[in-house]
């Protein structure tokens, strides 16, 4: 069941005065749980706001701080024979986003593989028979960048078609 269709007139009134402040989707998600209650996933949030027609606020650049922390070495831990290597996308901040599809399917998933972001944070990711993406990220406590997620999904698509999927 789609999450617009549940929700009341003032709620959508709120989501679209979260969009209007500036918020962005991870921000709207977490206001979603901590002020209405509704667990949602980053993807069905953004579903949910192309299906209300919210438009959000072009990103900011990132400042120089922000940059900072981007630079912890991270050890890349792919070294499995049965994970069909990409090409890195560029995105926005000029960082990386590796996507990479497994041979060997995760059980209920029509594809899945692994995705490296800019920021060097990594996660296992998977679409099921209904065409949702579901991801899990190596640290619980990572939330990419809407470029990063941007980067992940045009990569994953280019990916995706020289596979054959």
């Keep these: 069941m789609s999450v617009a269709k549940s929700l009341s007139e003032e709620q959508v009134a709120q989501i679209q005065g979260w969009a209007d402040e500036g918020a962005s989707l991870s921000e709207i998600q977490r206001r979603l749980n901590s002020e209405m209650g509704i667990k949602v996933t980053y993807m069905e949030v953004r579903?949910?706001?192309?299906d209300l027609g919210i438009q959000l606020k072009p990103d900011e650049p990132e400042t120089p701080e922000a940059e900072?922390?981007?630079?912890?070495?991270?050890?890349?831990?792919?070294?499995?024979?049965?994970?069909?290597?990409?090409?890195?996308?560029?995105?926005?901040?000029?960082?990386?986003?590796?996507?990479?599809?497994?041979?060997?399917?995760?059980?209920?998933?029509i594809v899945s593989g692994r995705v490296t972001f800019a920021d060097g944070k990594s996660a296992d990711w998977w679409m099921d028979q209904m065409g949702r993406l579901g991801m899990n990220p190596?640290?619980?406590a990572h939330r990419p960048s809407e470029s990063d997620m941007m980067g992940f999904q045009q990569e994953l698509q280019r990916v995706a078609r020289e596979k054959g999927f």
Excluded at 47 to 50: E, K, Q
Excluded at 73 to 84: G, I, K, R, Y
């Design 47 to 50: 579903f949910l706001v192309d």
């Design 68 to 109: 900072e922390e981007d630079d912890e070495p991270t050890a890349d831990s792919e070294t499995d024979e049965d994970v069909l290597d990409a090409e890195p996308e560029l995105v926005d901040g000029g960082g990386k986003v590796t996507v990479t599809i497994s041979e060997l399917q995760r059980p209920g998933a």
């Design 138 to 140: 190596d640290d619980p």
